[in-house]
Nanobody
Framework: QVQLVESGGGLVQAGGSLRLSCTASGSILSINPMGWYRQAPGKQRELVAT???????NYADSVKGRFTISRDNAKSTVYLQMNSLKPEDTAVYYCWVGTPWYDYWGQGTQVTVSS
């Protein structure tokens, strides 16, 4: 079992920045990819960014150049630095980790970008 605790969401004006954090506990040795997904009202959940233990990353085209994902393996924490935020980035952001057996999700944190 893996438990995830997220923090860092909030309200920001367009062009502003936010940093999300997600710390895993429990069976953390089984975790390899970590990442973030988001879900806007009336839309499907979509991938934002993922990162592996090797630090290889993958980003959605819509956030490339604006968001940066990183991880601290010693702290079992993944971060999402979000810069140049746009109103269309408004969504609930979910932390995600993958293990060989299951995927685990955080409770979600709201990010609202005002125009």
């Amino acid at each position: 079992q893996v438990q995830l605790v997220e923090s860092g969401g909030g309200l920001v004006q367009a062009g502003g920045s936010l940093r999300l954090s997600c710390t895993a506990s429990g069976s953390i040795l089984s975790i390899n990819p970590m990442g973030w997904y988001r879900q806007a009202p009336g839309k499907q959940r979509e991938l934002v960014a993922t990162i592996r233990r090797s630090d290889s990353t993958n980003y959605a085209d819509s956030v490339k150049g604006r968001f940066t994902i990183s991880r601290d393996n010693a702290k079992s924490t993944v971060y999402l630095q979000m810069n140049s935020l746009k109103p269309e980035d408004t969504a609930v952001y979910y932390c995600w980790v993958g293990t060989p057996w299951y995927d685990y999700w955080g409770q979600g944190t709201q990010v609202t970008v005002s125009s």
